[in-house]
């Protein structure tokens, strides 16, 4: 009964979360200064600690499983055991090729760059998020916390809670899997159906390197990385930030 109580409050807190997303998207795009824009940033960063983070702390506390932080729980290990593992489950080699992904997306951003340079065309993203982009080095911070956050809570919240949650409720951790990457592309509606359905790849990827390696912290930094990216280090090398 309490992972039934557990799963609908979560739910709830992200039927909350995402209520007048689209509506409130639209309003941060037509912000112009500066300070409303930093407080818009610190202001999503507040809510996704509260209504993801807090159900993460509050189910794991009730449920007495904070071990899922630091090892893979029993429910996803038979999922987990179909799928191909590092060779030597060597946790080295994995971060390797995550590093080696990271220094692609730097390669790609410079690349980026240079096309913008030329006269060439703005490259396109997958969804549109262009108005979370800092203009300015002001805004950095606030987009930099946003992004590391976004690995935070997000991954908490979808890789590891809903999944849990939905898998003692029905004892079936694809499920679980399969409705939180849905629910992960559903939750990022506001960057239109191309954001979603990328997001919901992502999702499947990041859920693939958590039950590969057995660490949620590696999803959570990947996804971070992800978007500071995006972000951060693109408008950088794009030399899209004012100085103001």
């Known amino acids: 009964m309490i992972v039934w109580g557990l799963l609908s409050l979560s739910l709830a807190c992200l039927a909350w979360h995402l209520k007048g997303d689209a509506a409130e998207y639209q309003r941060f795009k037509a912000m112009t200064g500066t300070a409303d824009r930093q407080r818009t940033y610190y202001g999503w960063v507040a809510k996704s ?28 290990a038979g999922l ?3 799928l191909p593992t590092p060779e030597g489950n060597d946790p080295g080699g994995m971060m390797a090729g995550v590093a080696i992904g990271l220094l692609g997306g ?7 760059a240079r096309r913008k340079a030329s006269g060439s065309k703005k490259p396109r993203t997958l969804g549109e998020f262009d108005a979370l982009v800092p203009r300015n080095r002001r805004e950095v911070p606030g987009a930099l916390l946003l992004s590391i956050n976004a690995g935070f809570s997000e991954e ?12 003692l409720a029905t004892g079936s951790a694809i499920a679980g899997f ?4 849905v629910l992960f592309g559903i939750a990022h509606h506001y960057q239109g ?45 794009t030399g899209a930030l004012k100085r103001g």
């Open 193 to 237: 159906w191309v954001g979603v359905l990328a997001t919901g790849v992502f999702g499947l990827v990041f859920t693939l390197i958590y039950l590969v390696t057995g660490s949620i912290w590696l999803a959570v930094a990947l996804h971070a990385a992800v978007d500071i990216l995006s972000l951060v280090v693109r408008p950088f090398a």
């Open 80 to 82: 987990a055991a179909l």
């Open 178 to 181: 399969l409705v939180s990457a």
């Open 49 to 76: 600690l509260l209504l993801m983070a807090g159900p993460v702390a509050l189910s794991l506390a009730l449920l007495g499983r904070f071990g899922a932080l630091a090892a893979l729980p029993l429910e996803f």
């Open 106 to 112: 730097l390669a790609l951003a410079v690349f980026a």
């Open 156 to 167: 908490l919240f979808f890789r590891l809670l809903l999944p849990l949650l939905i898998a």
